[in-house]
């Protein structure tokens, strides 16, 4: 069975950093990419970064670039999201998420269950 | 920046209806759109990629077709555990990978 399983949220101070971790069972990455996605309280998807699977390439949304840091640890099968400088809008509950087909095919077949990170004072 | 509207935003539909909800992209995506489910409380579910290609395990009631800037979502007999918020995404060109707002399909 195929799971991913996120952890590391809570709650944070304002300007603080925290990172999030994904771990994988059941799928082998190969040329898969991993994708990390947040949802706001009430709100819609939003796309925040990309790690190849073989290169480990990394890409970033503008609204994150600079302060959030996505990297790999392959021989732990995890996924790390490092966050700092955290605002009030970046309350969310974070995703990791599978695309099998890489970075040429990015739709997200496995999800894990999220984790909430809370920016507050 | 890719900017993907759906519409309309909420729909109010009765189990056994046939639904069909739309996706538009703000410039050509060729075939590069996937359809998601989300349920309150959990991650979103893959339904379709390629536009029109059904993801493992999901049932023939579900299907999705267009090109170009133009797609939808068709759900042929929905049952009521369809209703849920449903999420189209481009991966045309990124970064950044975008997502429409949702639709939420909810009980008449």
């Known amino acids: 069975e195929v799971q991913l399983v996120e952890s590391g949220g809570g709650l944070v101070q304002p300007g603080e950093s925290v990172t999030v971790s994904c771990v994988a069972s059941g799928l082998t990455f190969g040329n898969a990419a991993v994708s990390w996605v947040r949802q706001a309280p009430g709100r819609g998807l939003e796309w925040l970064s990309a790690i190849s699977g073989f290169g480990g390439d990394t890409y970033y949304a503008d609204s994150v670039k600079g302060r959030f840091t996505i990297s790999r640890d392959i021989a732990k099968n995890t996924w790390y999201l490092q966050m700092k400088y955290l605002r009030a809008d970046d309350t969310a509950v974070y995703y990791c998420a599978h695309a099998p087909g890489g970075f040429g095919e990015l739709s997200l077949d496995h999800w894990g269950q999220g984790t909430l990170v809370t920016v507050s004072s | 920046e890719i900017l993907m509207t759906q519409s309309p935003a909420t729909l109010s539909v009765s189990a056994g209806d046939r639904l069909t909800l739309s996706c538009r992209a703000s410039?050509?995506?060729?075939?590069?759109l996937a359809w998601y489910q989300q349920k309150p409380g959990q991650a979103p579910r893959l339904l379709i990629y390629?536009?029109?290609t059904r993801a493992t395990g999901i049932p023939a009631r579900f299907s999705g077709s267009g090109s170009g800037t133009e797609f939808t979502l068709t759900i042929s007999r929905l049952q009521a555990d369809d209703f849920a918020v449903y999420y189209c995404?481009?991966?045309?060109?990124?970064?950044?990978?975008?997502f429409g707002g949702g639709t939420k399909v909810e009980i008449k």
């Open positions: 390629g536009a029109s």
């Open positions: 995404q481009q991966y045309h060109m990124w970064p950044p990978v975008t």
């Open positions: 410039q050509s995506i060729s075939t590069n």
